[in-house]
C-alpha cells in the first residue's frame, strides 16, 4: 500500500527479519552489547553493577560440548558474577569448592536449562566465609 511511495533507495534502508533471526540479523548491524537484552542482546538498562573496566571471560561453546570455568582463590566476602548468553541454549550450574580439605561443597546455582525465550542475562550474588574457588558447569543443548 505504501510501497508507490517510498523510492528504491528509501525501501534499501528497510530490512526485515523473522523472530528467530533477529538477535543474528541485529549483530551484523549494531555490536552485541548495544542491543538491549529482550532482542537477544547484552545491554541492560540501569545497569550499574559492571562497568567496561571490570574483567570478564568470555567462553564459546560448541554444539553438543561441555565446558568448566574456574573462578580460583577467592578468599572470604561477597562474589558477584553475571552471566549473559547469546546464542543458543545452554545448561549452567555453578559450585563453590572450599580450599580446606574435608570441606562441603556448596551448590551456588541448581543447573538450569537458558533458552532463546529465557532470560539471556543472569545475575549471582554468594557470600563466601572461606577462601576456595567457584566452579561453573557449561553444557551445550543443541
Known amino acids: 500500500m ?3 511511495f517510498l523510492t528504491h533507495r528509501t ?3 528497510f530490512l526485515f527479519a523473522c523472530p528467530t533471526k533477529t538477535a543474528e540479523t541485529l549483530f551484523k548491524y549494531i555490536a552485541p552489547d548495544k542491543v ?3 532482542y537477544g542482546g ?6 550499574q553493577e559492571f562497568t567496561t573496566a571490570d574483567a570478564a571471560i568470555e567462553e564459546i561453546i560448541r554444539p553438543t560440548s561441555k565446558r568448566t570455568i574456574k573462578l580460583p582463590n ?3 566476602g561477597t562474589l ?3 552471566v549473559r548468553v547469546v546464542g543458543w541454549e545452554v545448561s549452567y550450574g555453578a559450585e563453590f ?13 541448581k543447573t538450569r ?18 577462601a576456595g574457588k567457584v566452579v561453573q558447569g557449561w553444557s551445550s543443548l543443541l
Open 2 to 4: 505504501i510501497s508507490p
Open 11 to 13: 525501501k534499501s534502508k
Open 36 to 38: 538491549p537484552v529482550q
Open 42 to 47: 547484552l545491554s541492560k538498562v540501569g545497569e
Open 74 to 76: 577467592i578468599e572470604a
Open 80 to 82: 558477584v558474577w553475571e
Open 97 to 109: 569448592v572450599p580450599s580446606v580439605e574435608g570441606g562441603y561443597t556448596w551448590i551456588v546455582q
Open 113 to 130: 536449562k537458558i533458552g532463546g525465550s529465557d532470560e539471556r542475562v543472569l545475575s549471582c550474588t554468594f557470600k563466601i566465609g572461606e
